[in-house]
């Protein structure tokens, strides 16, 4: 899903919560709690890396209150990688930062299973609205899709609560989803 787009049509009559743009730095979110805490769980897109390395990043994220990626944080763990090697390395990015934390109203469910589904369902609902809306290229200076770094990371083995898998969504305990 993750390279999914609809049309602009179709995206603009979805309800959006309220969100702040920021212009911010990978150095600025990399330091953030929940995404200094999960960023290294999210597995590393090596094509995307280099990518990122050559061509920087250009789409913007979309981010939770607490500045965890629901858009964003492949890119974002390559940074990381980068950094290990280049510790100067830090990009100018734009953020759409959601005001408060929407998804919360379904922790409320008492059934879990469906609970979880849920909130999965809603971040990837929100994730493919702003993709649609808001990523204007759609390929790197090298000509690669944008597309094409999305379904090599849904191809990668995620690490969820100590298992690894890559065929199921869930939400830890930060409420982040981990897709």
């Known amino acids: ?17 309220p969100f702040e743009v920021r212009q911010v730095t990978t150095n600025f ?8 805490e999960n960023i290294m769980q999210v597995p590393l897109n090596k094509k995307l890396m280099y990518s990122i390395k050559e061509n920087g990043i250009k789409n913007p994220h979309l981010c939770m ?35 408060e934390d929407w998804h919360n109203c379904f922790y409320l469910w008492p059934d879990e299973e469906f609970r979880a589904k849920a909130i999965a369902i809603w971040f990837q609902t929100q994730e493919v609205v702003f993709k649609s809306l808001y990523y204007t290229d759609d390929t790197d200076k090298d000509g690669t899709a944008m597309t094409e770094y999305e379904d090599i990371g849904e191809k990668l083995k995620w690490k ?15 409420g982040i989803q981990e897709i």
């Open 160 to 174: 969820r609560d100590g298992n690894i898998n890559n065929s199921s969504n869930s939400i830890n305990s930060n």
């Open 65 to 99: 209150k607490q500045w965890y990626p629901l858009a964003g944080s492949q890119r974002l763990r390559a940074v990381a990688q980068i950094k290990k090697y280049n510790q100067d390395f830090n990009l100018n990015i734009t953020v759409h930062r959601f005001l």
């Open 29 to 36: 979110m990399l330091s953030q709690p929940q995404v200094a």
């Open 1 to 17: 899903m993750a390279s999914d787009r609809i049309g602009q049509k179709s995206a603009k009559l979805v309800g959006v919560p």
